[in-house]
């Protein structure tokens, strides 16, 4: 077996550094047309900005955020010098149409959130509805998001999600919601409060099952910490030693539940009516999820039965 290159043959910093500084020079000389720019920006480390998110802050005549303290610290970091103005839940309605009238005006206007992809259990919806109604170019500049980044690492099936948020904080309201969510064949990933994480997931333990899921904490920062167990078993250890830090909880699909004769049957008949047993076979069994040879057995009794 070929020993591994040293590491300054696998990563000829000088040359890496000169291409990067020579991309981000290319996109920062690149005019900027007008429109409301979506960017992401990073939920904990800091070099997790992409060069057009860079580009694009620096070459917006303003930059709207939820917090202009917190996202002052960002900018400085990449000497971007672009003003910066509060766009959040408690000015959102005044400021709208001052963003409008400014995007009517041609300026290139950057939404950015406190961390990670906005509107992603963030403010801006309401803006991208009415700019992109209004005419207006509205782009995504994408990046970090800790939906996206908790999904990758949970060790759950990914072809099919479900982003549930935040839950509502009232006991009774949570517990409705989550009825609503146990069906839904897709992981689920929740937004939590360290606060609130223990209780949450024995709700989630109550209402859904005890589902495999995992919690991960603190993505790409210091004390990043992914955990994977039943959900019980993640309440036990949460509830003794409370989570510190931002959290996302993603939790498995409902098992399959077993597809019975009748079933199939039920599906079968109607679609016997029209089609061939061919196709009435293959379409049940894609709808199904169930192997062909099973669903036309089923069929060949049914067109038995019926002949009889
Ligand atoms: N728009 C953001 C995004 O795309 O990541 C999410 C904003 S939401 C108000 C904040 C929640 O995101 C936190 O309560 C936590 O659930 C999750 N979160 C943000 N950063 C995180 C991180 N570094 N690690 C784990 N969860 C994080």
Request: aromatic letters at 4%; a negative charge.
């Amino acid at each position: 077996m070929r020993d591994e290159p040293p590491e300054n043959e696998k990563v000829n910093s000088l040359a890496t550094a000169s291409r990067v500084g020579f991309e981000i020079e290319r996109q920062l000389g690149l005019p900027l047309g007008p429109g409301l720019y979506l960017v992401s920006t990073p939920i904990g480390h800091l070099a997790d900005m992409t060069l057009r998110a860079i580009a694009t802050l620096a070459r917006a005549d303003v930059v709207y955020c939820e917090d202009t303290r917190h996202s002052r610290t960002l900018l400085a970091h990449y000497a971007i010098r672009t003003p910066l103005r509060p766009y959040h839940e408690h000015n959102a309605e005044e400021q709208r149409p001052r963003i409008l009238s400014e995007l009517e005006a041609g300026r290139s206007i950057a939404l950015i959130s406190d961390a990670g992809t906005p509107l992603i259990s963030d403010p801006g919806f309401k803006l991208v509805r009415d700019a992109a109604a209004a005419g207006h170019a509205v782009v995504a500049v994408p990046g970090p998001s800790a939906t996206l980044a908790a999904l990758t690492v949970g060790g759950l099936p990914t072809d099919a999600f479900f982003f549930a948020g935040f839950l509502p904080a009232k006991e009774g309201a949570r517990k409705s919601r989550l009825a609503e969510l146990a069906a839904i064949p897709a992981t689920l990933v929740f937004f939590e409060a360290p606060t609130r994480t223990a209780d949450t997931l024995a709700n989630l333990a109550e209402e859904l099952g005890n589902r495999e899921a995992a919690v991960a904490r603190e993505l790409t920062k210091l004390h990043e910490d992914v955990r994977r167990a039943p959900l019980t078993g993640l309440t036990r250890h949460f509830a003794a030693d409370p989570p510190k830090g931002e959290v996302v909880i993603v939790v498995a699909p409902p098992q399959e539940t077993e597809v019975t004769d009748a079933a199939i049957e039920a599906s079968l008949a109607p679609a016997l009516e029209s089609l061939s047993i061919r196709d009435a076979t293959r379409m049940v069994a894609d709808t199904l999820k169930v192997p062909k040879a099973r669903v036309y057995d089923v069929a060949l009794g049914l067109k038995r039965r019926a002949g009889s």
